[in-house]
Nanobody
Framework: QVQLVESGGGLVQAGDSLRLSCTAS????????MGWYRQAPGKERELLAS???????YYTDSAKGRFTISGDSAKNTIYLQMDSLKPEDTAVYYC?????????????WGQGTPVTVSS
């Protein structure tokens, strides 16, 4: 099993930056990819960016240009650098991991870290 813990959320003003962190523990050698999602009030959870263990990075349109995903494999941690934040970025941000151990496959989620951007 894999456990994920996010941190770094908070209350900021429009135009500010934040860096979110997500640290994995447990069967981390079974992680094939990690990513960041967010869920705004009343909306569905959406993918922002992902990073595979082979170094492939993917961004959705919601993240391109202002958000940057990065990782530190030695710390089993990924980050989401968010710049030029806007009020519409207000959401709970979740870390996600694709887990593959032999024939077993699954998805792990963190508990989420809230981000509030005031205008």
């Amino acid at each position: 099993q894999v456990q994920l813990v996010e941190s770094g959320g908070g209350l900021v003003q429009a135009g500010d930056s934040l860096r979110l962190s997500c640290t994995a523990s447990g069967d981390t050698n079974c992680i094939s990819a990690m990513g960041w999602y967010r869920q705004a009030p009343g909306k569905e959870r959406e993918l922002l960016a992902s990073n595979t263990t082979h170094g492939r990075t993917y961004y959705t349109d919601s993240a391109k240009g202002r958000f940057t995903i990065s990782g530190d494999s030695a710390k089993n941690t990924i980050y989401l650098q968010m710049d030029s934040l806007k009020p519409e970025d207000t959401a709970v941000y979740y870390c996600n991991a694709d887990v593959k151990c032999g024939p077993s496959r699954g998805v792990a989620w963190g508990q989420g870290t809230p981000v509030t951007v005031s205008s």
